[in-house]
């Protein structure tokens, strides 16, 4: 069974950063694509990032130009970086990663942006 652990949320000021991380473990095959998803209160959970297993990435229009999506194959590790961050960015962010047909997902891990 594949687990998805994700680290790196927390409250911060309007302009600040942060940086999520999500660690795989558990697949007996190689992870497709990976990327992040954010559900705020109230909201449909939203596309944040992608990234396949060869770097390429796609994101919303929203979060363009601020967060960046990472991965690190050896590590089996999905990282979001957020620059400039918003109060509307404020959300629970969930990981996900592919493997075959199935498709797993982190616990979700709250990001808080004060005004």
């Known amino acids: 069974q594949v687990q998805l652990v994700e680290s790196g949320g927390g409250l911060v000021q309007a302009g600040g950063s942060l940086r999520l991380s999500c660690a795989a473990s558990?697949?007996?095959?190689?992870?497709?694509?990976m990327g992040w998803y954010r559900q705020a209160p109230g909201k449909q959970r939203e596309l944040v990032a992608t990234i396949t297993s060869n770097g390429r990435t796609n994101g919303a229009d929203s979060v363009k130009g601020r967060f960046t999506v990472s991965r690190d194959n050896a590590k089996n590790t999905v990282y979001l970086q957020m620059n400039s961050l918003k109060p509307e960015d404020t959300a629970v962010y969930y990981c996900?990663?592919?493997?075959?047909?199935?498709?797993?997902w982190g616990q979700g891990t709250q990001v808080t942006v004060s005004s």
């Open positions: 996900y990663a592919i493997v075959g047909f199935a498709a797993y």
């Open positions: 558990g697949s007996r095959f190689s992870l497709g694509p």
